[in-house]
């Protein structure tokens, strides 16, 4: 069974980045699609962005294009989320997912992470 771990998060200020990482264990890591979910007090959790199992294809939401980058490192069984120009409407608890294949959709994200807090200050 694969678990993930996701660390890199902590306080910035508005427009600042921050680079989240998820640490797979297990060997089968690079046959998992993987996503970045968030979730904001109050709110549902909403997707970010995910890749596919190569690195290949991503699928971005429309607030993290142009500003999000989803990389990942089979070779470290490791995925990554560069954030750029935050904005204090994305203090949520990031989550890092695993899922059979590519998707937008939580429900289809059979491995989740205990998330990491990201909190953007105005």
């Known amino acids: 069974q694969v678990q993930l771990a996701e660390s890199g998060g902590g306080l910035v200020q508005a427009g600042g980045s921050l680079r989240l990482s998820c640490a797979a264990s297990g060997r089968t890591f690079s046959s998992y699609a993987m996503g970045w979910f968030r979730q904001a007090p109050g709110k549902e959790r909403e997707f970010v962005v995910a890749?596919?199992?190569?690195?290949?294809?991503?699928y971005y939401a429309d607030s993290a294009k142009g500003r999000f980058t989803i990389s990942r490192d089979n070779a470290k069984n490791t995925v990554y989320l560069q954030m750029n120009s935050l904005s204090p409407e994305e203090t949520a608890v990031y989550y890092c997912?695993?899922?059979?294949?590519?998707?937008?959709?939580?429900?289809?994200?059979?491995?989740w992470g205990q998330g990491t807090q990201v909190t953007v200050s105005s």
């Open positions: 890749i596919n199992w190569s690195g290949g294809i991503t």
């Open positions: 997912a695993g899922a059979i294949a590519t998707s937008m959709r939580a429900r289809e994200y059979d491995l």
